[in-house]
């Protein structure tokens, strides 16, 4: 087949993309440095959680080389890309298990957050929801896991930097430009309105959900009683 020029990332796919990575930098920062930037730290899990929704309802309803189904990293996969023998479009198998691996991790990570506590002054969203002890021990986790998401990271920007320096197959470009160059197959299909319609309103769900704004507002703290002055 002739090589070409073809539509590969959807917009909604590359907004998601580029939205993501600056939502898991303003949270790894904000959640190192801490202090005043906490309150935002919160803020911007609950903005993953949305941009999480929306990737796993895109994963089915997106276009064609945004669905999991497209790239979902089986045995057989992986094994005829490390023989070199892929010839696919999109994600290759190994990009596609790092696809999977990153939206668990995140999950893990975002659903930790919201019922975490500092033992000063924050606590998640849904932190009324468990036990004390339950929620330090999401909070130990979520530690722990940030720890785990800083080195995923790196290993993700060495393969995008792997394969456009040593397999001159620029991965950066197509996903901000929608186009990939010199290749053979068919463009991107589906991924219409409708499906952005649905995915932005279980996204919006999800983010109210996970929000708390629909649990009763706690009781007022009982009013101070003085100690008369005898």
Do not use: C
Not at 78 to 90: F, S, V
Not at 165 to 184: A, C, F, N, Q
Not at 199 to 223: I, K, Q, T
Request: charged share 15%; net charge positive.
């Amino acid at each position: 087949m002739n090589k070409q020029r073809i539509r590969l990332w959807d917009l909604p796919t590359r907004l998601f993309h580029w939205g993501l990575v600056l939502a898991v930098v303003a949270a790894l920062v904000s959640g190192q440095v801490g202090g005043k930037l906490i309150e935002l730290h919160g803020k911007i899990g609950l903005a993953i959680v949305g941009l999480i929704a929306f990737r796993l309802v895109w994963g089915f309803a997106g276009s064609t080389y945004a669905r999991f189904a497209q790239f979902f990293p089986t045995p057989a996969r992986i094994r005829t890309y490390l023989k070199g023998e892929w010839r696919g479009l999109g994600h290759n198998p190994l990009g596609g298990l790092s696809v999977f691996t990153l939206i668990f991790l995140l999950t893990v990570q975002v659903a930790s957050g919201l019922f975490a506590n500092d033992d000063i002054a924050f606590v998640g969203p849904l932190f009324e929801l468990v036990t004390k002890s339950l929620s330090d021990s999401l909070t130990g986790l979520h530690h722990l896991l940030s720890n785990v998401l800083i080195a995923f990271v790196v290993l993700h920007v060495g393969a995008v930097i792997f394969h456009g320096r040593v397999k001159k197959d620029d991965l950066v470009k197509p996903m901000l430009t929608g186009w990939k160059e010199g290749v053979s197959g068919e463009p991107a299909r589906g991924g219409g309105v409708i499906a952005l319609a649905v995915a932005l309103m279980l996204a919006g769900l999800a983010v109210y959900g996970a929000s708390g704004a629909w649990m009763p507002e706690p009781p007022p703290p009982p009013a101070a009683v003085e100690t008369p002055n005898w």
